[in-house]
């Protein structure tokens, strides 16, 4: 994924494996295999996590995410696209381009 | 007279092989076998270790056993957290044995067990237990044996076992009543070397029985201690410092005993799980220091001034 193009909601999400995932106490933990970095998803991204266990185009997951935690979806959308840059740059996630 | 019925780490261990630092489990008999959790057999492996034709590698993991080769003290096989089988070498001195049963082995069988064993010493204040981790020499055995000495008994050195209760707490189990010393640590405590014997291949390495000062029941977990002394020359005071979050998480990973012997068994995650766990629900800090001065009873004092706070508020 560049970072100058920005996502749009037909771009498909999906985890990368050799990540070790638990929870402390209500927060989503992690600790990649490959590099042995550590890191705190918080409990929405634990969810996001969650939902990521099947490929999701951007436009689902925010989708679900905004009626969960009832928030405007283009606000939703923003704070989504944010944090799925931030696991892409750690090489947590892939995403690929849609049509 | 053998085999033996021990009692280590909250399981029951019946032994071949003699293990006279552990606690006898007094008038046991043979039809008590159901309530022995682990056996410890003496027999030729080396048929099993060719079969297993692992080339070069000393530790091999496979089927929920671990098979491991020490050159010239002999072969050990731990079996679905239940039977430690050991081929001594012919010749092979019987205390360096005993070190790979009482530790490696034995840390083996409670990860098997789902018991999380810490590299560390852990000592009983008003009914709760404090743990102190750390790499070997940073000082774990030194400051339990300066808090037994303050009147707060020790549950384990060397090895924490931990498992967890109905209600969810972390509990420390008791290890034995042996605490290994360094030299200097006798010194600092006005002991002398000749009054022990030396724990083998670390000769200037104490065993020190302390029948006297060994708490004999699990205590719940209220907080974990890494000790991290500086090296500088220049006396630095004893600090105390609260460390959060992800960093727990890699502390406890890093200060278990023998990890590298976790992920080869396929156990990375269920330790991951544990410590993440573990983190939620205790207290963790880091005491630094640094100078060449014998610091134990300063720092006996800090632990228990902070205890007796009551900065730590239970569950």
Redesign the interface.
Same mark, same amino acid.
């Given at each position: 994924m560049t970072t100058t193009k920005p996502m749009n909601g037909e771009d498909r999400v999906m985890r990368k494996e050799g990540n070790?995932?638990?929870? $402390? &106490? &209500?927060e989503k933990?992690m $600790?990649s295999?490959h590099t042995g970095k #550590? #890191?705190?998803l918080g409990s929405t991204g634990g969810r996001i996590w969650d939902l990521l266990s099947e490929e999701q185009t951007l436009a689902e997951l925010v989708e679900v995410l905004a009626s969960e935690y009832d928030i405007e979806p283009a606000v939703c959308q923003d704070q989504v696209v944010q944090f799925l840059e931030h696991l892409t740059q750690e090489g947590l996630i892939e995403v690929t381009r849609g049509e | 007279m053998l085999p033996v019925q021990y009692e280590a780490y909250g399981l029951r261990w019946l032994s071949q092989f003699p293990l006279p630092e552990l606690q006898i489990v007094q008038g046991s008999t043979e039809s008590d076998a159901a309530t022995v959790d682990v056996h410890i057999q003496i027999a030729d492996l080396t048929s099993r270790w060719n079969e297993w034709d692992v080339g070069k590698d000393n530790f091999v993991a496979r089927d929920g056993s671990l098979f491991f080769r020490i050159e010239d003290i002999g072969l050990f096989f731990m079996e679905q957290g239940n039977r430690i089988i050991v081929s001594p070498e012919p010749g092979a001195d019987n205390k360096k044995v005993r070190l790979f049963i009482l530790g490696t082995c034995m840390a083996v069988i409670m990860m098997q067990r789902s018991i999380l064993p810490l590299h560390g010493s852990a000592v009983v204040i008003d009914g709760w237990a404090y743990a102190f981790v750390g790499h070997s020499g940073a000082g774990k055995s030194t400051l339990s044996a300066a808090l037994a000495s303050r009147g707060y008994p020790l549950l384990t050195d060397d090895v924490v076992a931990l498992t967890w209760d109905a209600g969810g707490r972390a509990i420390v189990s008791p290890g034995y009543p042996q605490q290994k010393l360094w030299q200097p640590s006798l010194d600092g405590f006005g002991m002398k070397e000749q009054d022990y014997a030396t724990v083998h291949a670390e000769i200037t390495k104490y065993a020190i029985p302390v029948q006297h000062y060994f708490h004999d029941r699990s205590v719940p977990l209220a907080a974990v201690f890494e000790l991290d002394p500086k090296p500088e020359d220049v006396q630095i005071p004893v600090q105390l410092m609260e460390v959060a979050? !992800?960093e727990r !998480?890699?502390m406890l990973?890093s200060h278990t005993f023998r990890s590298g012997l976790v992920s080869r068994q396929g156990l990375?995650?269920w330790l991951?799980?544990t410590v @993440?766990?573990l983190?939620? @629900?205790i207290e963790v800090f880091r005491i630094t220091r640094s100078g060449p001065d014998f610091t134990a009873f300063e720092m006996a004092d800090r632990i228990i001034d902070h205890v007796r706070k009551g900065v730590y508020t239970g569950q």
């Open positions: 070790l995932v638990s929870d $402390m &106490g &209500g933990v $600790m295999i #550590y #890191y705190n | 979050g !992800l !998480l890699h990973c990375a995650q991951f799980e @993440s766990r983190s939620a @629900s």
